[in-house]
């Protein structure tokens, strides 16, 4: 397509972007119509897709960051021919595909954007798939805006980039001045911007990104530039022919105010169809798999359920060649060492980068791969967000949060995960597992490899009791009722350090007379409710204890599971209301109110309230 080409459907993007947001009575189209120009040129002369064929391992990727422009990406779509124009008139309306910002559920959407500051992120995991893992030629090519540069997920995307060097990835940052409520930061300063993205290792190249040619040489030289990333840095203007609304305050997020006027100063209708180039035939990676031999334990043995992790996994990553373990550089911590050393291939350090963790996980996942995540489970609360944003994507992503709870002991407050699982629970279709022992761990590390949507396993520090056999299963939703008798008055729920906990309670409350029954609530999410039934319908009353909050954990859960307006039994809820300090982890659990004589205490007291 030449430059004239290359100009008309600019305009045609601009056009239809403007139409979309009209049929819709809202959207984005000032955004769009300032990034027409640049996508036309990426269109046109140097994206790599086969749009009927979305899976084709050669296909380069193509994220909008700032995913309100998501107009341009549609009309993008109708010039590629993948987009009739009716259905580009769908835009933003119930049941239609063209959502208000992308979701995967168009077939050439790698993940869903539009919480700004994420698009790089993700972009970076594609990127660092193709060259690390897949090993294939795809370009990542990611639109960002220049408000979302204020975003501090942005910079650990520009950092981790270059230090990986990623030549695969290209930036194209629309700096079109204006934000929603005004100027953005810098304004059209692309040297502010440049000087910023050099210093982590990119090259930059700035360009107006209204002059085809410019812009076209820009992408050619982030093509040809090797070990390390491009940002092609355009100076735009929002609203971008037409005068009403051209590089004007308070038009961001709303229709133009009359479009038919809009359209014809940008010149009518185009109906061009651009004949994007093919990507180069090559085959996707194989994945063996082999036979799973899971790490054993004997009950009665003293194990860590974090050590259980990082063997597990080291075990799957040996049965499956698709495994890939990331880890926030604590990986000594989590134990997702004993994946490194076995796996180093396929073991992705992100530093203490938490948002950028979470991202390139779902970027890698994109691409076929099975990304399991690890941290310290409080400070996975920093990527609730893209934790939020990968379940929009229908992303699946194993996430281990360690070292959580007050159990962890003398590092104190800000160390301890105690809204973990209030958080992952929040997750729309997620999964929350919470092992009390190491066999136990393993299996569940085994059981989430293959479940769609965010799962989520916590584990703690210091070693514990192994109660189970190597051969018992464990599937996601169930428990074990690890106490229980025809005379049992009281049932005690827990999970993790507090079944040990409840165990010892029990053994107690027997002395005195009081039978107790004892849940181990693995799976929080789901939780097991016929299980919780049974117990109440026995007992009438029980006691729920949790090394977390009592907002949203495994209180909230079991309470939940007679939210169907069946009879509820009498509660009491154990949890960590406190804000705990230095202390050791018996002192910090009594503290707390959540140990064995804490159960016991509560236990009797409900039993004498209720007779």
Known sequence: MDLEHLRELGQQLRVDAVRAADAAGSGHPTSSMSAADLMAVLLARHLRYDFGDPAHPGNDHLIFSKGHASPLLYALFKAAGAVGDDELLTFRQQGSRLEGHPTPRLPWVDVATGSLGQGLPVGAGLALAGKRLDRLPYRTWVLCGDSELAEGSMWEAFEYAGHEGLDQLTAIVDVNRLGQRGPTRHEWDLD????????????????????PAAVDAAYTEARETTGRPTAVIARTVKG???SAVRDREGAHGKPLPDAAEAVAELGGRRDLLVDVQPPPEVRAPEHPR????????EPGDEVATRDAYGQALAALGTARGDVVALDGEVSDSTRAKFFAEEHPERFIECYIAEQQLVATATGVQARGWTPYVSTFGAFLTRAH???????????????????AGVAIGEDGPSQMGLED????????ESTVLH??????????????CDRPGISYLRTSRDAFPVLYGPDEPFAVGGSRVLRSSGEDRVTLAGAGVTVHEALIAADRLAEEGIAARVIDCYSVKPVDADTLHRAAEDTGRIVTVEDHRPEGGLGDAVLEAFADGRPVPRVVRLAVRTMPDSATAAQQLAAAG??????VAAARRLVSATG
């Open 192 to 211: 502010a911007y440049a000087a910023r993205i050099r210093a982590f290792g990119w090259h930059t190249v700035e360009v107006d990104g209204h002059d």
């Open 240 to 242: 971008q022919g037409v």
């Open 290 to 297: 082999a036979d799973l031999a899971l790490p054993v334990y």
């Open 385 to 403: 967000d893209f934790l939020r944003m990968a379940a929009v994507s229908g992303a699946k992503l194993a996430v281990a949060g360690s070292h």
């Open 421 to 428: 699982l209030a958080m992952f629970r929040s997750v729309h």
């Open 435 to 448: 092992p009390c022992d190491a066999n136990q761990t393993a299996r569940l590390v085994s059981a989430v």
């Open 594 to 599: 959540i140990d064995a004589e804490a159960i």
